[in-house]
């Protein structure tokens, strides 16, 4: 049996991750494509209770360093009892986040070192890596209005944090996009949905998928 493909979404609040996760999978599953679409944190039971602490954080909210080891066990849970399995069956597993958003969010925006999460990450999830992880990049002020239409005005204890913590958040997409080249595309998600997963589907002929 092949492997699957590990395949990540990332990029900051509202730029159509969920949205383009959804639509890679059917477009995959119609190509007969086992595909199982997942999301982090979360994915799993555990992984999920969880995410409800993360994101509705009791009493005055976590530290980076609290928020950054709660995100690695979830993730932990979640690698070795979705992802992995999923791969070793021969299935394509479509994250949407995965550890590059620890990195931007607890690194960039919480000022932690890259080398410290990726220890974690070694420690919780053996430093399991995509094979490809699509970077959307959104103007700041497009992704607001989404989530203002999406969201009416309500936002968890992540995503309603300053805007200079998003910039920096942005920042550190960015430089590692520049620092992995062979694993990241940069996809403009500014356009509408279905010109936005054009792009998507033509990042994926780097791991052979669309081409003859
Ligand atoms: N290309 C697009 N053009 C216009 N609206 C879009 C586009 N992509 C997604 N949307 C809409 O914008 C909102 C945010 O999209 P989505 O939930 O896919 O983003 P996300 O990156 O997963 O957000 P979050 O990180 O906050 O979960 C949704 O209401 C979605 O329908
Ligand atoms: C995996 C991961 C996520 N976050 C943040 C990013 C978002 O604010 C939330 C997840 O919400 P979404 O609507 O599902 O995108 O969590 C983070 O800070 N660090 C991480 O590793």
Redesign the pocket.
């Known amino acids: 049996m092949n492997p699957g493909r590990f395949i990540t979404?990332e990029?900051?609040?509202?730029?159509?991750?969920?949205?383009?996760?959804r639509l890679l999978a059917q477009a995959l599953e119609a190509h007969r494509y086992e595909v199982v679409i997942t999301r982090e944190p979360g994915g799993t039971k555990g992984a999920e209770a969880i995410r409800d602490l993360l994101l509705a954080a009791p009493g005055p909210g976590w530290n980076p360093r609290a928020e950054a080891l709660l995100f690695a066990a979830a993730r932990s849970d979640h690698v070795e009892r979705l992802i992995l399995p999923s791969l070793n069956a021969g299935k394509w597993v479509i994250s949407?986040?995965f550890i590059d958003s620890t990195r931007a969010y607890q690194g960039g925006g919480g000022g932690l070192w890259d080398k410290d999460i990726l220890a974690l990450h070694q420690l919780g999830s053996g430093g399991l890596l995509p094979d490809l992880t699509i970077l959307?990049e959104v103007s700041p002020a497009r992704a607001a209005e989404?989530?203002s239409?999406?969201d009416q005005g309500r936002s968890d204890s992540i995503?309603g944090r300053a805007a200079d913590y998003h910039a920096r958040v942005a920042a550190e997409f960015a430089r590692l996009a520049r620092q992995e080249p062979e694993r990241f595309v940069r996809v403009d998600?500014?356009?509408?949905?279905d010109?936005?997963h054009a792009k998507v589907m033509a990042a994926l002929t780097r791991i052979g998928v669309g081409q003859a």
């Open positions: 979404f990029g900051g609040e509202g730029v159509g991750k969920s949205t383009q996760a949407d986040r959307i989404r989530i239409l999406r995503a998600g500014n356009a509408d949905a010109e936005t």
